[in-house]
């Protein structure tokens, strides 16, 4: 028990004596341990810091190769991209960032950066403290120095993950000057969702460089590396302008700004740039840069114009117009949001001046960023059916090669053609045939069936042949895959390649390839890159542009081009006060494809052409936008904005050595007689000027009053003489349908019979098969129970009362309107028609299978 009792007081006593010595050697070996604990990491970190490698991107940062430098035409910097990197960046001298924005980002993530040597003790202590009192993170501990290295250097948010962070921003600090990490950290973080660097961000938000910017815009800016997404404004600016203030309010209390100035920052609403300003033509930089368009000369269609430039231009000065570009790109933007409830998801716009190619606005899709409507796709350079657009070159073509004029009466009648694969019967847009149109009124008003019916007088190769000519390659496939319906857009071509077709006319029918590109500056062979903006060496190299050659006629290019800008005649189709009418002289044209899937709008004044797609890239039809109501508008708010660049003038007058203005009948286009009562001016050559001959669609003839017919041996106080229009058996269907005023064909039983006999067939007069066309083909539908049947249909000219149908040698009577329901039946079979007084037309073959 007494081995096992507690020691009386005397022996505690004693034993607290002897402890007394010992206690400060324990407490100075605690310390030293502690000590130890503390110094080893920061020991440990200066050892990987010593081991870890300077980023290549900051061992050598005068090989930058950094960057092509991309201004537009007149020297204004757009952007700068880093060879091989997709992100927006302009990269920017500390000198020339002005000091607001270096003092908002000190306050909002580094007030110590001065004095730290890349990490900071005091800071991590605080989140450490923070974290341990609220169970939760409270702050973060980054210095600027260890954000570069995050963004040079990205690893797992793990703790061997922030060692290595740390160790590599303990390294920077060893390597640079608190002024170069700065810069660097200044062009190197995100600012925003594909925004690099602080000057992309200042372009891209509020349209200005950096060293412009107000401390609100400053400070709004410096809040970003903290949530480039989170605090993007473009999805409310509510979080940013609230982290914005605390950051004022920061600066404020460190001293880096006065109690005035924050306050009248803190009053400032957060005002950005239009969307769509200050990106640098995205879709034309990526074009360029990957060789979609070459330096020297236009693209190619479906292929490259030259070798990519990524990488290997150290400058390059575009031919576009900043001002216009960022209007334009304002514009789509627009157009987009406001035809979004008819299934609108896409616009696309590029801006030519005539007289060189170059491309001054170049807008590839409304919004690069919008995932959903495709937008990084690029309209100006896809594939896509341009609709009625083409006509204008099939017209030109056919007034070259089969003689037509403005004043040729073409037919706007039902019509049917042969294809591979049975008939086809065009319409048109307003499900109305017109009859006898002249060519002017046809173009203008953008009537369906007289471009079919030219296309298949000319023949798709012929037609073909020309649209290569002026630049549309794409339509690359054999003629009979596209038929007569190429008249109608039946293929896919680009919308640059079919703004400069339409330049072609503007210039007078001379083709000039496309230019993007007015000077460049290419690498160093030493791999260095030259300096954009000061190239040594006169390293900065015009671009030469590509010479022109003659495609279309002038002075038949040069009635197209007046119908273009005939105002008055497309207001049949498309009303007055149209979005093609502008106050200054545009030639202009709309097109919409099959399905309503895409419509365009193309133009130009005498120096800039306009041409504009709107649709879905992924091929998605609208709610019945055609080009007048989709594009359209689009069309005359650019043409109003290239406008302000290239003030408007009018287009130069015909050479009168070549064209005359002359006077034609409404009707038939000829000269007119006594009997015309409708009259034009119209734009011809001379040579078919003098050659007009007189009209021979207007007739005078004695009609009985009492009853209309014609009058034979009639009182003279029954007779009177009326304007009657006399038309060819391929309108004559029409004609009578229309209620136009065609000549009585019977005599007047009250008046003896007509001089001559009772009339008939005039001279000369020929029948027709109308329906169905030569090699036609019909398939019978095994699904279908009742009878199959097509109706046979024949053109008459007047006075034939009674015809038929020859069909397998079997003649069949018809009278009017001359068609016949037949069955169908299958085999081969010919037809042809003939009527008493009449030549016959030629004989058809048809099957059924």
């Known amino acids: 028990m007494g081995a096992l009792s507690s020691p009386g007081p005397g022996r505690a006593r004693r034993w607290l004596a002897a402890a007394r010595p010992r206690l400060p050697l324990l407490l100075r070996r605690a310390a030293r341990i502690a000590l130890a604990l503390a110094v080893a990491p920061w020991l440990l970190l200066a050892v990987a810091a010593a081991l870890t490698k300077l980023p290549p991107e900051l061992a050598a940062p005068e090989e930058r190769a950094v960057s092509t430098v991309l201004l537009d035409r007149h020297g204004t910097v757009l952007r700068e991209l880093r060879a091989g990197d997709g992100a927006r960046a302009r990269w920017l001298p500390l000198a020339e960032a002005g000091d607001r924005i270096q003092r908002a980002l000190l306050a909002a993530e580094d007030r110590r950066f001065a004095v730290h040597p890349g990490v900071d003790p005091i800071a991590i202590a605080r989140a450490l403290g923070q974290l341990a009192a609220e169970r939760r993170v409270v702050s973060g501990a980054s210095t600027i120095t260890q954000q570069l290295a995050r963004a040079l250097v990205p690893r797992p948010r793990t703790v061997r993950g922030k060692l290595g962070e740390m160790a590599l921003a303990l390294r920077i600090e060893a390597s640079l000057s608190k002024r170069e990490i700065l810069e660097q950290y200044l062009n190197r973080v995100a600012f925003g969702p594909g925004l690099r660097g602080v000057e992309a961000a200042s372009r891209f938000y509020f349209d200005k460089p950096t060293a412009d910017l107000s401390l609100a815009e400053a400070a709004a800016l410096a809040s970003m590396p903290r949530g480039p997404a989170l605090y993007d404004p473009r999805r409310g ?32 609403p957060i005002a950005l740039a239009p969307k769509g300003s200050g990106l640098g033509a995205p879709h034309l930089v990526r074009a360029v840069l990957g060789g979609a368009l070459g330096p020297g000369a236009g693209p190619e269609a479906g292929g490259s114009g030259a070798a990519p430039l990524r990488g290997r231009a150290s400058s390059i000065t575009l031919t576009i117009d900043r001002g216009l570009q960022r209007e334009i790109e ?93 008939s086809y019967a065009p319409r048109n847009y307003d499900g109305r045939f017109h009859g006898p149109v002249r060519l002017r009124d046809a173009l203008a008003s953008s009537y369906n069936v007289p471009a079919v019916w030219t296309a298949a007088a000319l023949g798709p190769e012929r037609v073909l042949a020309r649209l290569r000519e002026l630049g549309l390659g794409s339509l690359d496939r054999e003629p009979s895959r596209y038929g007569v319906a190429i008249a109608l857009g039946d293929g896919e071509v680009r919308l640059l390649d079919l703004a400069n077709a339409y330049a072609t006319l503007a210039r007078g029918g001379v083709y000039l390839p496309v230019r993007a590109v007015r000077a460049l500056s290419l690498a160093s062979p030493a791999g260095g890159a030259v300096s954009a903006l000061a190239p040594a060496g006169g390293a900065v190299s015009d671009v030469a542009p590509a010479g022109g050659a003659r495609v279309l006629d002038a002075a038949r290019a040069r009635v197209i081009v007046d119908i273009l800008a005939d105002d008055k005649a497309r207001i049949a189709s498309f009303g007055e006060g149209s979005a093609l009418d502008l106050p200054f002289p545009v030639a202009a044209k709309t097109g919409t494809s099959k399905g309503f899937r895409d419509n365009l709008a193309v133009g130009f004044t005498p120096d800039v052409t306009v041409a504009v797609w709107v649709g879905n890239f992924d091929g998605s039809p609208m709610g019945g936008v055609s080009g007048i109501t989709g594009a359209g508008p689009l069309f005359r708010d650019a043409m109003l904005a290239a406008a302000r660049v290239r003030p408007p003038r009018p287009f130069d007058p015909p050479d009168p050595e070549h064209l005359a203005e002359v006077e034609v009948c409404g009707l038939s286009g000829m000269k007119p007689t006594a009997v015309c009562p409708h009259r034009r001016r119209e734009l011809l050559p001379r040579a078919d000027a003098a050659a007009l001959a007189p009209c021979d669609m207007h007739e005078a003839v004695r009609v009985d009053r009492r009853n209309g017919l014609r009058a034979g041996a009639c009182p003279d106080a029954a007779v009177e003489e009326r304007v009657f229009e006399r038309y060819d058996a391929e309108l004559t269907a029409w004609a009578r349908a229309a209620g136009r005023p065609v000549a009585p064909e019977e005599a007047s039983p009250l008046c003896g019979p007509l001089p001559g006999g009772d009339g008939g067939p005039p001279a000369g007069a020929r029948v027709r098969v109308a329906y169905p066309p030569d090699g036609a083909r019909f398939i019978l539908d095994p699904s279908v129970n009742s009878q199959q049947a097509i109706r046979l249909r024949a053109d008459v000219p007047p006075g034939v009362r009674r015809a038929r149908f020859v069909l397998d040698g079997r003649p069949i009577e018809v009278g009017p309107p001359f068609s016949l329901d037949w069955p169908l039946v299958a085999g081969a079979h010919r037809l042809r028609v003939e009527a008493d007084g009449a030549s016959a037309g030629e004989e058809i073959a048809f099957s059924v299978e």
């Open 237 to 268: 600016a509510g979080p940013l302008e609230r982290r914005r203030n605390r950051v004022l309010d920061r600066m404020l209390t460190a001293g880096l700004a006065g109690e005035a100035e924050v306050a009248r920052a803190r009053a400032e």
């Open 330 to 422: 304002v514009l789509a933007q627009q157009t987009v949001r406001g035809l979004s409830d008819r299934d609108v998801g896409a616009a696309a716009v590029v801006v030519l001046e005539n007289a060189t190619g170059e491309i001054l606005a170049y807008v590839g899709s409304h919004d690069i960023e919008d995932a959903a409507g495709l937008g990084h796709n690029d309209g100006v350079l896809a594939l896509r059916q341009p609709g009625s657009a083409l006509k204008p070159f099939v017209y030109e073509l056919a007034m070259e090669q089969l003689g037509f004029t403005a004043a040729t009466v073409l037919p706007d009648v039902e019509l049917s053609f042969p294809t591979a694969d049975g």
